[in-house]
Antibody, heavy 126, light 107 residues
Framework: EVQLVESGGGLVQPGGSLRLSCAASGFTFSNYWMTWVRQAPGKGLEWVANIKEDGSEKNYVDSVKGRFTISRDNAKNSLYVQMNSLRAEDTAVYFC???????????????????WGQGTMVTVSS | AIQMTQSPSSLSASVGDRVTITCRASQGNRNDVAWYQQRPGQAPKLLIYAASSLHSGVPSRFSGSGSGTDFTLTISSLQPEDFATYYCLQDYNYPRTFGQGTKVEIK
């Protein structure tokens, strides 16, 4: 079965750190871009970061640049996000997602997050 | 960052209704838009990518259209399982940005 399972969420004080993990199974993890998306309580979705298949390219939303680091270990079929200097506004459910990256004419590719984990809750509060 | 403005923010509809949700991008982005459905307490599900390509396994009552700045998700005949929140997402440039969501409720 193709699935993603997040872990590592919890309660952390402002200024603290947390590392989230996303374990992949049922597919060749190293063939896919991977993405983190978050959702604050009662709010909409926010794209956080993504990483290329081999880890050579990473992109972030401005609000987490310099504080969050996305990484992956293809040998362990795992995606990570190291979150430092956490703020109250980082409180959210964090989802990892696989990007199908469908391409047309071998030149134009798109994002398509086809597999999602169940999410892990991060609460930043004193 | 490209802003994606969805409308309406919520709507009430009956089973069998045709429903249209729109997303307007703050700048042109070809056809780099996807649509997701999220039911309460669940992870989002991919419906449409590249503005109009139906993801495998998604019912054909869902369709997407548009290019440039204006995009539309249409549900041709609303079913009970379609009551959920829908989000557009632009993947033209970074950072990717979602619309604020459209909640489809039962009338």
């Amino acid at each position: 079965e193709v699935q993603l399972v997040e872990s590592g969420g919890g309660l952390v004080q402002p200024g603290g750190s947390l590392r989230l993990s996303c374990a992949a199974s049922g597919f060749t993890f190293s063939n896919y871009w991977m993405t983190w998306v978050r959702q604050a309580p009662g709010k909409g979705l926010e794209w956080v970061a993504n990483i290329k298949e081999d880890g050579s390219e990473k992109n972030y939303v401005d609000s987490v640049k310099g504080r969050f680091t996305i990484s992956r270990d293809n040998a362990k079929n795992s995606l990570y996000v190291q979150m430092n200097s956490l703020r109250a506004e980082d409180t959210a459910v964090y989802f990892c997602a696989r990007d199908l990256s469908p391409c047309f004419n071998s030149t134009t590719c798109y994002d398509a997050f086809d597999i999602w984990g169940q999410g892990t809750m991060v609460t930043v509060s004193s | 960052a490209i802003q994606m403005t969805q409308s309406p923010s919520s709507l009430s509809a009956s089973v069998g209704d045709r429903v249209t949700i729109t997303c307007r991008a703050s700048q042109g982005n070809r056809n780099d838009v996807a649509w997701y459905q999220q039911r309460p307490g669940q992870a989002p599900k991919l419906l449409i990518y590249a503005a109009s390509s139906l993801h495998s396994g998604v019912p054909s009552r869902f369709s997407g259209s548009g290019s440039g700045t204006d995009f539309t998700l249409t549900i041709s005949s609303l079913q009970p399982e379609d009551f959920a929140t829908y989000y557009c997402l632009q993947d033209y440039n970074y950072p990717r940005t979602f619309g604020q969501g459209t909640k489809v409720e039962i009338k």
